[in-house]
């Protein structure tokens, strides 16, 4: 079994940042792909990130490529979202999923675990 566990989250301003952390125990994932999605209010839920299992290959959404970062730290189990430049829309439940393949997919359907989530607030 594989548990997900996500930080970071918070209230910050416009033009602010934030670091999400995703833990994962229960098994070695430093083999997998690891994503970042997020969920606003009355929206679908929404690819944001995802990294390939040495770091080495990254992958983004349109929305955040140039102002969010996914980093990992296989020797801790983490993975990281460094987001800057917060806009207002950035608004959202963010969450961390592991992926029990190679491919960096921008699909949900492609993580079978998810982390519980963390809320992200950007005030205006």
């Known amino acids: 079994q594989v548990q997900l566990v996500e930080s970071g989250g918070g209230l910050v301003q416009a033009g602010g940042s934030l670091r999400l952390s995703c833990a994962a125990s229960?098994?070695?994932?430093?083999?997998?792909?690891m994503g970042w999605f997020r969920q606003a209010p009355g929206k679908e839920r929404e690819f944001l990130a995802a990294i390939n299992w040495s770091g080495s290959s990254t992958r983004y959404a349109d929305s955040v490529k140039g102002r969010f970062t996914i980093s990992r730290e296989n020797a801790k189990n983490t993975v990281y979202l460094q987001m800057n430049s917060l806009k207002p829309e950035d608004t959202a439940v963010y969450y961390c999923?592991?992926?029990?393949?190679?491919?960096?997919?921008?699909?949900?359907?492609?993580?079978?675990?998810w982390g519980q989530g963390t809320q992200v607030t950007v005030s205006s």
């Open positions: 229960g098994r070695t994932f430093s083999f997998e792909v």
């Open positions: 999923a592991l992926s029990r393949s190679t491919v960096m997919s921008e699909s949900g359907a492609g993580y079978p675990y």
